[in-house]
Every structure is written in C-alpha cells, then in structure tokens.
C-alpha cells in the first residue's frame, strides 16, 4: 500500500459538489447546527462570501493524495479578541478513525496559532459526539462551558460544551 500525502489545501469552487454532499449527510448534519439541507445555489454564496477579503472564515480542504477527503477552517473569526471557532468534518467515511481526524485538526490549531496569531481556539461540541469530544480532549482542548438543554434533537434535550485551547504567546 503507498502511504499518501494528508494536506490542507485551500478550498476552490470545484471542491463545493463534495462539500454539499458531506453537508447534507444525516450522519454529518446531527453533529452540526445546520437545520435544513443546502442546494448548489446557496452553497455558491456561501464560497463566494468565505472567499472575500473580509472574510470571518478561513476555510480549507483536506486532500488524501488526490482525493478530496474533508473540509475545515476557522470560522467567527474576531481579530480584536484575537479568537476564531474550529469547524472540522472528514466526510469520507473510509477516511475516519484511522488517525486523520487527528492530523487534520492539529493542522487547524497550527494555522490558527501561527499563521493567524490566535489567543485562542473554540470549539462548541455536542454531547453525544463522543468521537469529537474524544478528539478534542486528546489535543488537549479544555472544557470550559457546559449548556444544559442546549440542543433539542430526536425528541431529547442534549447537553452543548464549549471547549477551548489558548496560546499565551499571542
Ligand atoms: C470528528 C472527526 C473529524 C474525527 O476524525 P477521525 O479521523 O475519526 O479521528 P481520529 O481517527 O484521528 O481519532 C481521534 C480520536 O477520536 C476518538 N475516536 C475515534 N474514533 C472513535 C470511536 N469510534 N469511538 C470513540 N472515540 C473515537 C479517539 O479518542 C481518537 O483518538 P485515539 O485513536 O488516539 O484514541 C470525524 O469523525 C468527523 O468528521 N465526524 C463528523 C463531523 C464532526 O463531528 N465534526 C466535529 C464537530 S465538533
């Protein structure tokens, strides 16, 4: 088996048919707030802002060798606050559990910390997404908020923790 580059890479319009198709997965969308399926028209104006200089967001994608495996960024960017909220999804399911998920979101803090200079990194993570809260924790993401009944999904009020990493050098 050849080993194959894993990279971030910056997103591109072609990357959005895959985009939408993780976005509107059922599997994907109950660990995330999106409350209604995406269509190409939106997803373009989603692009087309994320992409302006003024952008809140800064949005990669993750390649495994040539394949378009998953997206992630830092999004509600605040410069003055020095603080940005991690989004991350591996929408290959082939692709998750084998160590990727922790290399992408090592990445993620790397650009938030180095390139973009953050204080610190957030992450909101819902209570039963075990594997995030897993992999949050392992790199070493603290929990700092927990919101009770935060989150109503399949007739259940669920609990939201709101994790965070700082770097005291920025
Ligand atoms: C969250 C996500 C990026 C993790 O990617 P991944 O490739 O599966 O993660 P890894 O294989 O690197 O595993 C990272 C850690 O997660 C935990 N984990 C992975 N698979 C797990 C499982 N089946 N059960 C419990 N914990 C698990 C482990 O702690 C693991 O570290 P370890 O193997 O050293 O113990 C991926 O599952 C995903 O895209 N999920 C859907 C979207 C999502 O939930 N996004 C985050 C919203 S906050």
Redesign the pocket.
Known sequence: MTIQKFELKKIKKEDLQHIIKWRNDSK?IK??TQFFLLNMEYQKKWFKNITKKDSTSQMFIFKYGNHTV?IGGLIHHDCKNKSADIA????EPK???????????QMLVDYGFKQMKLHRIG???FEY????L??FE?LDFKKELEMKDYLWRDGKWWKVYTYSKINSKN
Do not use: E, P, V
């Not at 692709?95 to 290399?103: A, D, L, P, V």
């Open positions: 994907i660990f995330n998953g991350i999804i591996l929408g692709i998750r559990g084998k160590g990727f998920g922790t290399k992408a979101l992450a909101d993570i997404n075990k594997i995030s897993n992999l392992k």
